[in-house]
């Protein structure tokens, strides 16, 4: 019979942390200050083959930030995972940045399903490994709502032998893909000063989509994985930059 482990979590602006979880998931609060988040580490995504169902609800008002744990950054055998997020009104989540390494004759899939209400806010960002190995399935679906409205469904398959992205053309020889997530009715910040920070290095593309005026999506393909890190690292603290400057107050 198959088991499933499950985490459900419910984060206050009070700090406060609720949550149940089954081993090796868990999640803790994280040592760091932050002027306007509250960190979160959360283990264990990576270290079981048994399906995963986690549920968030980010409490109105709250800023969470979530950071996948180092340790659980390795080859990743069959791996499914369902994330279910409920974000209130004036809350913000922010998951910073999970890395997917498949390993051979693996089968990865997982289900990313946001619901983000009024004037809330979602942040997701993530690289994946793609030739690192000979054969792998690897499926990934980004759904997002607003309420009742469907602002992203976007679905990304590749497998070691087709190299290709469904959806979204060929990879040539690019081992690595990048996704950042920035959804917001009014985000603080130009286009134009996220483009500055999207190099076009040789063997590294990058590109942003509008999702309908209420968000961005970054994607990049590149050779360097360094370069790639230090790039969406950079993006991620404009990000984390602009936040705070609009958020510092209502805390």
Known sequence: MESNKQLQARFQKVNLLDYKGDQPLKIAKADQSHRVFTTYNIDGLNQTTDPISIDFTVKKASNIKLLEMETDKHAQEDHSLQFTCNIEEEALLFFKKREIIPANHSKISQHIKVN?????????????????????HYYSLMEIWTEDQCLAYDPVQFTGKEEMLAHHG???????????????????FDEWDVQQRLSQAKHHRAG????????????????????????????????????TDIRKWRV
């Open 208 to 243: 942003m989509t509008d999702i309908d005026g209420k968000g961005i999506l970054i994607r990049w393909l590149s050779t360097d994985l360094t370069l790639l890190k230090q790039e969406v690292d950079d993006v991620l603290a404009f990000f984390d930059e602009k936040i």
């Open 116 to 136: 983000v209400t009024g004037d809330a806010e979602f942040v997701w960002s993530e690289i994946v490994h793609l030739n690192q190995v000979s054969d792998y």
């Open 170 to 188: 060929m990879t040539e020889s690019f081992p690595y893909v990048a996704s950042i997530w920035y959804i917001s009715p009014d985000p603080p």
